[in-house]
């Protein structure tokens, strides 16, 4: 039998016998680097540490339950932290992509890692800044004011506003086409597509074209609307010692980041009347469905409106000289 992802003396030519590294190269072949980068940091840090050197008939389901349990609690003895639940998630994803793939070349019979309990991910709660929030920090950022007032009053993410270019501002429908997105990973920037591989057209308020008309003097077309000093694309601002935070600490606002900017700007549309369907398109989400799942609260003064609407409605279908139940009730006792 194969060493599980090394080469041994019975198969030093069989490709099979480097899986970790072989799936990790076809995963390379398709996904964006900011996807790929997790993977392969999940491999090497963690996946072929503990496996790498094990037979492949010598992996056992409770071996590998075992595992992704002590990964979860930790080790406090020995100073070893418990990871999040999506590191151990993803964990165990790269562990049972890969045995599957031996499993369809025949190498192993069933897949070890297939049917493992996991914990589960909790949602962190929106953070939803307020109009007078959002001045106050704008303010506190000085240069960087107009970047803080397009993300919270349109939604893009920070990828996709580092892209911007002049062409894709049309100040006279005040829209923006989101086509590209500038994706950190690390310290490099790539880039891409968007994270939906799709254009969308995105409004912007009339209050923000004289800011934009300010940062696009002087610039053609093809130039980045939000460059960085040394002209290139624009990277997120470092935690802590960023402009952003020390923006928020002078602000005297909840610690905000880029993204909380983009559930704000979602906050901010459904107040306006947004629907679910139009939220969706400017955010750019795959679904209403997703929408929904991510800002289901923001829509709690809908339910209202539908408990009121259907009084209204009852009120024009039902004679008023039919008596209801109440009603009915009440005359019956006093008879």
């Known amino acids: 039998m194969c060493r599980f992802w090394r080469h041994c003396g019975n198969c030093v030519s069989t490709p099979s016998g480097e899986l970790g590294p072989g799936w990790l190269r076809r995963q390379k072949g398709h996904l964006k680097p900011s996807s790929y980068q997790p993977l392969e940091s ?131 429908r005040r829209r923006i086409t989101i086509a590209e997105s500038a994706t950190q990973v690390g310290s490099q920037i790539y880039l891409g597509t968007t994270k939906g591989h799709k254009h969308r057209s995105v409004p912007f308020p009339s209050f923000l074209a004289p800011e934009l008309g ?5 610039k053609s077309r093809d130039d980045l609307v939000f460059p960085n000093e040394d002209g290139d694309y624009l990277s997120r601002p470092h935690t802590e010692s960023g402009w952003l935070d020390k923006a928020v600490a002078k602000a005297g606002i909840p610690r905000a980041t880029p993204h909380d900017l983009r559930h704000t700007a979602a906050s901010f549309a459904v107040s306006a009347g947004a629907n679910v369907k139009a939220l969706q398109r400017m955010l750019g989400h795959a679904s209403a469905a997703m929408t929904l799942d991510i800002y289901a609260e923001l829509f709690d003064d809908d339910l209202d409106s539908v408990a009121v609407a259907l009084d209204v409605a009852r009120g024009k279908g039902v004679s008023k000289s039919r008596p209801t139940g109440v009603q009915k009730a009440a005359n019956a006792t006093q008879k």
């Open 214 to 218: 300010r940062a696009c003097e002087g």
């Open 42 to 172: 999940t491999w090497r840090l963690r996946v072929e540490p503990r496996w790498g050197g094990v037979s492949l008939s010598d992996i056992r389901p409770s071996a590998v339950q075992a595992w992704l349990s002590d990964l979860s609690v930790g080790d406090q003895a020995s100073g070893i932290k418990p990871l999040s639940a999506s590191v151990v998630i993803r964990t165990h994803q790269v562990l049972n992509a890969i045995l599957a793939d031996a499993v369809k070349d025949r190498l192993l019979g069933s897949n070890p890692p297939s049917g493992m309990r996991l914990p589960k991910k909790s949602r962190k709660r929106p953070l939803y800044l307020t109009h007078d929030q959002i001045a106050a920090l704008a303010d506190a950022s000085g240069d960087h004011g107009i970047v803080v007032l397009l993300l919270a009053y349109t939604g893009i993410r920070w990828g996709e506003m580092a892209a911007l270019r002049l062409r894709d501002l049309d100040m006279l």
